[in-house]
């Protein structure tokens, strides 16, 4: 098991697209970076120019949150993508290519490389969402300036945590359909239900904004189908909501969460994940090669 | 532990009632070559792979060193070369040896030297730094080999193990055969390259359309019929025909020894039913006044015998018990 999950590893890195992916996610963290330098230096002019009262101050939260919520949700998204394109073709390409006859000869249990493949290829995509994450806050902290935001540890960990969760549930999910379909089927399938996902999100945000049930339910739906964009709301709750603070402003904005997923929904998305993965063994375990 | 290594009783495996291989029978005993023959598209592959269990079997049941296919245990002794052999391009040839050596069990203390070993066995030694994509079809089935051996196996799949090799690998492919069998090991050697496995397998299984023809031992499968050339004065059609009754057929050979049409030969191809006949046709060659300077009996090619045995199969209007074992 460890033996096939460094080979994912080893697979990943030795791709191109994980070097064009990283290549490009240091030229956004650079963008991103320059972005929030300039714009709060300019915001602090403004400040400066109409005085420190409570509607300027208010004004200055909710941009913040807004530029931390879209470099966030940027991050979630090229993860999400790295996930799908890294892992779709890990059983279906082999299959296709005839790459896992020589292992499978091997004494092992096909659950355990579809596991390995789960722990190499989660274990390096974490290691990727972590590092992203951290980046995104690195830059907040230190060239945000005016816009920088007062955070907790506690809260920090407990974002990174949910934002960590996300290529997990993905990983899994992308193996279920690597085991059961070509790699083509899958990456279009998984690639149209993360979109459901956060399309879904968004249709749940407005319903409640509107006070439209239709909505709201339809968005439910979406995260039960597919509980990604649960997990990025909840991590910004985490990140933005200071319990000293009589506002929040976590609900506001694109990237913000009026309707707050609850704890059952982050049991729901860790469970979803957990049986995504025991389909892919079964389905591999049944399947010919 | 059993003395044969492979066991089946009506192991299938058909996708739709079609293809694959049906209802195969047969014991390979331990320390032997194993024959597997029969064209592209029998079910020699899907057999293997079956054994393996990379294919569910739709019937039937196998053992392999003792235990049920699809124990990974039953594994853990056997090599594989696949006749698709294609392996993680972005590894080293050492990295791959590797990371079968970690899959197969083998010892850490014990894997460099093994490693060694076989890089210098399958002449793969200077190149097992380099990735396998820049790798030659030929180096690749080499390091495929290497990989098949990695677990010092009793048992050994070979699939078309010399399908990419020049005339000079498939020589060491075949010494390499033969020096496993001297080690005990067991080798289940699938082909369709009749005379490429000709001169090691000791016991042979044909295959014709997912259906086993026939197997055994290959001297006594190999003696379906008697051929000797004949060399004579007074040889012609017309003698021939007179001896329809013991000769089966009669062509005529150039002096080269292959088979051409000449007015008057003196050398020709004969096939009579049984070597007991033999004496029988010298009387009776005699007694029709050809002087006779040599009668010489033919061993008869791997490649005649399948087609005999192939041939003879097709003849039937039923598969049912068709196959056949000596």
Same mark, same amino acid.
């Given at each position: 098991m460890w033996t096939i999950a460094k080979l994912s590893c080893r697979e990943v890195l030795s791709k191109?697209?994980?070097?064009?992916?990283?290549?490009?996610?240091?030229?956004?963290?650079?963008?991103? @970076?320059?972005?929030?330098?300039?714009?709060?230096? %300019?915001?602090? %002019? %403004?400040?400066?120019?109409?005085?420190?009262?409570?509607?300027?101050?208010m004004e200055r939260a909710f941009v913040s949150t807004q530029l931390l919520g879209v470099g966030l949700y940027f991050a979630s998204f090229i993860t999400a993508l790295l996930s799908i394109l890294a892992c779709v073709g890990a059983v279906s390409g082999e299959i296709e290519s005839h790459q896992i006859d020589t292992i499978l000869a091997r004494p092992l249990r096909r659950r355990d490389?579809?596991?390995?493949?789960?722990?190499?290829?989660? @274990?390096?995509?974490?290691?990727?969402?972590?590092?992203?994450?951290? @980046?995104?806050?690195?830059?907040?902290?230190?060239?945000?300036?005016?816009?920088?935001?007062?955070?907790?540890?506690?809260?920090?960990?407990?974002?990174?945590?949910?934002?960590?969760m996300q290529p997990l549930v993905l990983v899994a999910a992308a193996l279920w359909l690597s085991s059961r379909m070509t790699t083509i089927n899958g990456g279009v399938i998984l690639i149209i239900l993360y979109g459901i996902g956060f399309i879904g999100g968004f249709v749940e945000q407005l319903g409640v904004l509107l006070n439209n049930n239709a909505l709201v339910n339809s968005g439910i739906v979406t995260s039960l189908i597919f509980p990604l964009d649960s997990l990025f709301r909840k991590m910004t709750l985490t990140l933005f909501d200071a319990p000293s603070d009589p506002f929040s402003f976590a609900a506001q904005g694109l990237f913000g969460s009026l309707s707050a997923p609850s704890g059952l929904m982050i049991g729901y998305a860790l469970l979803y994940g957990a049986v995504m993965l025991l389909l892919a063994f079964r389905q591999f375990a049944k399947r010919d090669l | 532990m059993s003395e044969m290594v492979i066991e089946t009783? +009506?192991?299938?495996?058909?996708? #739709?009632?079609?293809?694959?291989?049906?209802?195969?029978? *047969?014991?390979?005993?331990? +320390?032997?070559?194993?024959?597997?023959?029969?064209?592209n598209g029998a079910g020699k592959s899907t057999?293997?792979?079956?054994?393996?269990?990379?294919?569910?079997?739709?019937g039937g049941r196998a053992q392999m060193l003792g235990r049920p296919i699809g124990d990974p245990e039953a594994r853990r002794k056997v090599g594989y070369l696949p006749e698709l052999f294609r392996y993680q391009d972005w590894l080293t040839g050492r990295q791959l040896l590797e990371m079968h050596a970690s899959l197969a069990?083998?010892?850490?203390?014990?894997?460099?030297?093994?490693?060694?070993?076989?890089l210098e066995r399958v002449g793969l030694s200077g190149r097992e730094g380099e990735k396998i994509k820049g790798y030659s079809k030929g180096m690749q089935q080499r390091i495929g080999l290497a990989c098949a051996l !990695?677990?010092?196996?009793?048992? =050994?799949?070979?699939?078309?193990?010399?399908?990419?090799?020049?005339? /000079?690998?498939?020589?060491?492919?075949?010494?390499? =055969?033969?020096?496993?069998? #001297?080690?005990?090991?067991? /080798?289940?050697?699938?082909?369709?390259?009749?005379?490429?496995?000709?001169?090691?397998?000791?016991?042979?299984?044909? /295959?014709?359309?997912?259906?086993? =023809?026939?197997?055994?031992?290959?001297?006594? !499968?190999?003696?379906?019929?008697t051929q000797v050339v004949v060399r004579a004065t007074g040889l012609t059609e017309a003698v021939w025909q007179q001896l329809s009754s013991l000769?089966?057929?009669?062509?005529?050979?150039?002096?080269? +020894?292959?088979?051409?049409?000449? #007015?008057?030969?003196?050398?020709?191809?004969?096939?009579?039913?049984?070597? #007991?006949? *033999?004496?029988?046709?010298?009387?009776?060659?005699?007694e029709l006044g050809v002087l006779l300077y040599e009668l010489t009996p033919q061993q008869p090619h791997l490649e005649d015998v399948f087609l005999h045995w192939v041939q003879g199969k097709e003849g039937q209007p039923h598969v049912d018990d068709r196959q056949v074992v000596l």
């Open positions: 191109r697209i994980f070097l064009i992916t990283i290549l490009m996610t240091l030229a956004f963290l650079l963008f991103y @970076g320059v972005a929030t330098h300039y714009g709060s230096r %300019e915001f602090a %002019e %403004e400040l400066q120019q109409r005085g420190g009262s409570g509607g300027v101050q490389v579809i596991f390995g493949k789960y722990l190499g290829f989660g @274990g390096l995509l974490v290691i990727y969402a972590l590092g992203l994450f951290a @980046g995104i806050l690195l830059i907040n902290q230190t060239l945000g300036g005016v816009l920088q935001l007062s955070l907790h540890l506690s809260q920090i960990v407990g974002a990174a945590a949910l934002f960590a | 009783w +009506g192991l299938t495996k058909q996708y #739709e009632g079609r293809g694959g291989f049906r209802d195969i029978t *047969l014991q390979v005993p331990r +320390g032997i070559v194993y024959g597997f023959l029969g064209p057999f293997v792979r079956t054994m393996l269990g990379l294919l569910h079997p739709t069990g083998v010892a850490r203390t014990e894997r460099k030297r093994r490693i060694d070993t076989l !990695l677990a010092d196996p009793d048992l =050994i799949f070979l699939d078309e193990p010399t399908s990419a090799l020049d005339p /000079i690998g498939r020589r060491d492919v075949r010494d390499l =055969i033969v020096e496993l069998r #001297e080690q005990g090991k067991t /080798i289940f050697l699938n082909s369709h390259l009749l005379n490429e496995v000709e001169s090691v397998c000791d016991q042979v299984a044909i /295959i014709h359309r997912s259906d086993m =023809i026939v197997q055994g031992d290959w001297r006594r !499968l190999s003696d379906v019929h000769v089966l057929q009669a062509q005529p050979m150039d002096e080269a +020894g292959s088979v051409a049409d000449t #007015e008057a030969p003196t050398r020709w191809m004969v096939q009579v039913e049984r070597e #007991e006949s *033999l004496p029988l046709l010298v009387q009776r060659l005699s």
